[in-house]
């Protein structure tokens, strides 16, 4: 499948309501060199999922250089000494794996998934290239011509997700969320392997990384593995992180953005806090189940008032993340109903957004929030690999690994005076930004040459 | 895989509910091979056997079941040849349509009834539609899973089809498809399969316009339910914790009140191979979209084996493949290319694509083709061959390691009536498998000069 869009209607949402307890009796180590690993043993089937987190993502980049972090991620398959280029991944596919890996704003994550006696194979494999990689411009150069193809695939051909990226350069104006996890074309364009490489050396350490390994293992078998490979990689000095704050909001930012499209649509996004203190903080967990209470379940409010009552919206949704290293934000999407406008459209989620400052949430809609999370809590243990991903974005944020249990019972507790209450405090104009799109036809698209017969190109 | 619009564009959005990291190295759709449902043939490990407890019921339904108990958790399919294809060519559309809306108002409840019931458990009522296949699937908590299936049983044998949600539901598909006929990806998979299956009934999907959607009348969904979800058609799959007697007391529910009147759908005619062809489509986006292909086979296909074996080396194997080889990593004029056979009743996709930019279109289709043609020519080397097998067979384990996945086999399994040993089989059938044979198959079935070719986004 292909994803019209990748944070709009997508991350944000499962995030905000997802439950985390099931994850308590992972275990959590600590190497000397400062690397954490985390064991969650699972015996249901015979494999292993091990995932190799690093605390750097798009959100670490300086100007001129954006779209580094996942540029280096794709350079990180290209070879050491050991195993030259390509060669990672034939080594997991002939033990009968899966690889693959992937960079966010907050993090960038490699992973493999096999039968569980191949784990030895994954971690060394990782750990070879945790300080050995050998970036050769040859290699970059046509590298860095695939992630260009891969901008052209997820975001300059896909209208909404340039309104997604767009949406974001507006809202974020100084801290660093301001631009894409792929980065701009242009830096693609100038970057080097000097640039992959400063990065690699910089974050790529011991002490900046977590293994998480879920799977059908004994976690004292898994630690041992972990110390023989990664325990000898020397730490680095990380360099500082500045805090970039964004500043204050002081008005309503609006933009629009046009492409090629039939299809109006519309993103909204309000400036709200991430979850900082797990055992003090209480917004965000009141800002989850706000968005378990609009987009949440199948009886939501936005769906059924706005697209199955009221016919304003084709598609809408909403959504809030509350893992982040850096700040959240409130978000909401959607297209326009057959003769509706995105004026409309935004009107209509205004309308829902003032209902729910005026009247609150029923008792009933909190519990069926409610009974989501306890369903998730079940369902999310039918895949390890989700269970790792959990684990890894959490403490990855910074968050400890008892945020996991901390946050299903602090979701239980949202009242729903604290729903109304956020719903107040954030959903207002000061920090909102709107980004429309505004559909160009393509009167040209219509077959040139029907041409029958023979082949093409040659 | 079916090109309708309509109905991608739901998935879609059904799609983007998924934890998805934001950018990785290869994307969902690049490796679709690996976790392709329809492509999901597995291999046997010495602890693999799965145990499938299988029965007709006396209404003709077919149930495959596998007990475990691991969590308190129920996963339930309930499918028929109700898919894409057994539309009415005077009716494009009826099918999906009609399986949009079984979850959309039944037994006299409203649909927002039907979704504060689901909500209020935490269950997940979802559908299924492809070329063949169309029904119902359920996610519920063990402990929920009466009321649960109370609204699936509902949902099965007495959909209202409310006349007000048909007008709606068919303004939203007609929206959604407009929307897709812009995108570049939509129309090559549409045009794609017009020039692979012409006028057979896999072509259907693709001559669904806004108006044959607005055309659809509430008596063509009724009709089209009555002939196509019945008992004696039925495949019930199930996978959780209940016990076998507790099985069969659930398919008795969800099937006991389907009707078994009138004809029963007809097979599905055989696909003729298509001339040749090259069609190129006027777009301004950045890249072109390519699609090149032909017909390839069915589900119990004698060629079936030495094709899914090679096809890993060929396109299936993403980065242990030629065309990524060639195509990714020594040229770097792709971000995914990849080849699939998609086995259906008839002779379903084999497909190769790729997205590159639009200036470089001719170069990255010429090294697909000259990839193409020497592997059909060749066949692989001992060595990929030998590759091949290994991490198919060590990679079994990996295929059924949660009921998500069990649950998509039992269902396969059960459609398409394939013998219940199917999984424990498989790893000796691809051991089997000879370079000689590749070739041989390859050789007559995949004609590299005789293929169709989409490309959007030519200048």
């Known amino acids: 499948m292909q994803r019209k869009n990748t944070l709009i209607g997508g991350l944000f949402l499962l995030a905000a309501i997802l439950p985390l307890s099931a994850l308590a009796d992972a275990q959590e180590f600590k190497l000397a060199n400062g690397m954490r690993v985390i064991v969650k043993e699972?015996?249901?089937?015979?494999?292993v999922v091990s995932q190799v987190w690093y605390r750097v993502g798009s959100m670490d980049e300086v100007n001129g250089k954006t779209g580094v972090a996942h540029a280096l991620e794709h350079m990180m398959f290209k070879g050491t000494k050991a195993v030259p280029a390509g060669e990672f991944s034939k080594q997991i596919a002939v033990a009968g794996g899966r690889e693959n890996a992937f960079t966010n704003r907050d993090h960038t994550a490699y992973f493999e998934q096999l039968q569980k006696s191949k784990l030895e194979l994954a971690l060394r494999l990782e750990s070879d290239r945790m300080h050995n990689l050998v970036l050769l411009p040859k290699e970059f150069a046509k590298e860095i011509k695939v992630v260009m193809e891969e901008r052209r695939l997820r975001t300059e051909d896909k209208p909404q997700a340039l309104v997604y990226e767009t949406l974001m350069a507006t809202a974020y104006q100084t801290h660093p969320y301001h631009h894409p996890v792929i980065g701009w074309m242009n830096d693609l364009e100038n970057m080097t392997a000097d640039d992959a490489r400063d990065w690699y050396r910089q974050w790529y350490a011991p002490n900046n990384a977590t293994l998480v390994v879920v799977g059908d293992v004994e976690s004292k078998d898994v630690l041992k593995l972990a110390e023989r490979y990664f325990g000898k990689i020397k730490p680095v000095a990380l360099p500082p992180r500045k805090p970039q704050s964004e500043p204050e909001q002081r008005g309503i930012k609006r933009v629009t953005v046009k492409?090629?499209?039939?299809?109006?649509?519309l993103a909204m996004s309000y400036h709200a806090p991430a979850l900082r203190?797990?055992?003090?903080?209480?917004?965000?967990?009141?800002?989850?189940?706000?968005?378990?209470?609009?987009?949440?379940n199948a009886s939501a409010r936005l769906n059924q008032e706005l697209v199955r009552r009221q016919q304003i919206a084709n598609s809408v949704s909403a959504g809030y993340d509350l893992i982040a290293r850096g700040p959240s934000m409130f978000m909401f999407d959607g297209a326009p109903a057959e003769g509706k406008n995105v004026v409309e459209l935004e009107a209509a989620i205004r309308g829902q957004i003032e209902k729910l400052k005026q009247d609150g949430v029923t008792e009933e809609e909190l519990q069926r929030v409610k009974a989501q999370v306890i369903a998730a809590q079940v369902y999310q243990r039918d895949s390890m690999f989700y269970q790792a991903m959990l684990i890894g974005e959490v403490v990855t944020a910074g968050l400890s690994l008892n945020t996991l249990e901390t946050r299903l019972a602090k979701l239980k507790a949202v009242t729903a005076a604290q729903v109304q209450e956020v719903a107040r405090k954030y959903l207002v104009d000061d920090r909102l930004t709107v980004a429309v799109l505004d559909p160009q036809p393509l009167d040209n698209a219509q077959p040139v040459k029907p041409a029958a017969g023979g082949r093409h190109g040659n | 895989m079916g090109t309708n619009m309509q109905l991608t564009a739901k998935a879609q959005r059904r799609e983007e509910k998924h934890f998805l990291p934001e950018t990785l190295r290869l994307c969902a759709s690049a490796v679709k091979?690996?976790?392709?449902?329809?492509?999901?043939?597995?291999?046997?490990?010495?602890?693999?056997?799965?145990?499938?407890?299988h029965w007709q019921m006396e209404n003709g339904a077919r149930v495959?079941?596998?007990?475990?108990?691991?969590?308190?958790?129920?996963?339930?399919s309930v499918e028929f040849p109700a898919g894409e294809s057994r539309d009415d060519k005077s009716r494009p559309g009826v099918a999906s349509m009609t399986q949009h809306l079984l979850t959309h108002g039944a037994g006299g409840m409203a649909e927002d009834e039907i979704t504060r019931r689901l909500a209020d458990i935490g269950a997940i009522l979802g559908g299924s539609l492809d070329q063949d296949r169309a029904g119902l699937t359920l996610r519920t908590l063990s402990t929920e899973r009466g009321k649960a299936l109370e609204i699936m049983t509902s949902a099965l044998q007495s959909p209202d089809f409310p006349e007000a949600v048909l007008q709606r539901e068919k303004t939203r598909s007609i929206a959604d498809l407009k929307e897709a006929m812009t995108q570049p990806a939509a129309i090559a998979g549409r045009a794609f399969n017009t020039l692979l299956y012409g006028t057979h009934p896999y072509g259907l999907s693709s001559t669904l316009e806004p108006d044959s959607i607005a055309a659809?009348?509430?008596?063509?969904?009724?009709?089209?339910?009555?002939a196509h979800y019945r008992a004696d058609h039925a495949v019930?799959?199930?996978?959780?914790?209940?016990?076998v007697a507790q099985a069969k007391e659930i398919a008795m529910q969800l099937t006991s009140g389907l009707s078994r009147a009138g004809k029963a759908p007809q097979p599905l005619p055989a696909v003729d191979m298509p001339k040749g062809e090259v069609r190129r489509i006027v777009h301004p986006a950045m890249q072109s979209h390519i699609l090149v292909g032909q017909p390839g086979i069915t589900r119990d296909d004698p060629d079936y084996f030495p094709l899914y074996v090679g096809n890993y080396v060929l396109g299936g194997g993403g980065f242990a493949s030629r065309l990524m080889e060639e195509v990714r990593q020594k040229r770097g004029l792709v971000y995914s290319v990849y080849s699939y056979f998609l086995p259906m009743q008839q002779r379903g996709p084999f497909q190769i694509g790729l997205q590159t930019k639009r200036e470089q279109a001719d170069e990255a289709l010429a090294v697909v083709q000259k990839t193409v043609r020497e592997f059909v020519a060749k066949g692989p080397t001992a060595d990929e061959l030998k590759k091949?097998?290994?991490?198919?067979?060590?990679?079994f384990p990996l295929r059924i390691d949660s009921n998500g996945k069990i649950l998509g086999y039992l269902s396969m399994i059960g459609f398409y009536q394939l013998p219940l040993t199917y999984l424990d089989d498989f790893s000796g059938k691809v051991e089997q498998v000879t370079a000689a044979q590749v070739r041989d198959a390859f050789s007559r079935r995949i004609q590299p000069d005789n293929m169709v070719t989409v490309v959007v986004g030519a200048d």
């Open chain 1, 42 to 47: 699972d015996h249901r089937a015979p494999v």
């Open chain 1, 259 to 265: 492409a090629p499209a039939k299809l109006p649509y």
């Open chain 1, 277 to 296: 203190d797990p055992d003090k903080d209480w917004e965000p967990y009141a800002l989850a189940v706000l968005a378990g209470v609009l987009d949440g």
């Open chain 2, 33 to 53: 091979f690996f976790g392709f449902a329809g492509l999901l043939l597995a291999a046997t490990a010495a602890n693999a056997a799965l145990p499938i407890q």
């Open chain 2, 64 to 76: 495959y079941f596998v007990e475990n108990h691991d969590l308190p958790l129920l996963d339930v």
């Open chain 2, 216 to 226: 659809l009348r509430r008596e063509d969904v009724v009709d089209f339910y009555r």
């Open chain 2, 236 to 243: 019930v799959a199930l996978i959780g914790d209940v016990t």
């Open chain 2, 388 to 395: 091949a097998k290994q991490n198919m067979v060590g990679g």
